[in-house]
Each structure stands twice: as structure tokens, then as C-alpha cells.
């Protein structure tokens, strides 16, 4: 019950992205897994007591910055 094959977890990870949408790109294999691994890291940090603590006092920068880079040049 607490344990995952391998399969499940990617099974998992999938769901989170459309696999309806159509895309190719050339984008060696590491570099996706880097990518990915970063994404995860960044969330994990999202999620923690730590990231909503820096938030409250204001301190916070990872994110943040992130956010507004974002609203400053939207896709």
C-alpha cells in the first residue's frame, strides 16, 4: 500500500502533464531531467514550513522572483 513500483511513480508524474497536447522539441534527455529534478526541488520548497515562514516575514526570494519575472514578461 505505501510502496511504489518504479512505474507507478511515473505513472503518477505523468497525469500532471497533458498528454493530449502534441509538441516536439529537440531537448537532449538529461537536460529534461535536470529541468525536472529543478521543478521538483522548487516545489518541495513551495510546500515546505520554511518557504511559508520567509513568506510571512517577507524574505522570501526563490519564488518570488520567479512570480515576478513572470508578470513582468508573460508568455
Known sequence: ?????????????????????????DLPLEDI??????????KKYQKSSLFAVKTMDGTEKIISKMVQELEDNPL
Do not use: A, H, I
Not at 531531467?33 to 522548487?42: A, D, E, G, V
Open 33 to 42: 531531467n535536470k529541468l525536472l529534478k529543478k521543478y521538483k526541488k522548487l
Open 1 to 25: 500500500m505505501g510502496l511504489q513500483t518504479t512505474r507507478e511513480k511515473k505513472e503518477k508524474m505523468n497525469k500532471g502533464f497533458n498528454s493530449d497536447l502534441n509538441v516536439e522539441f
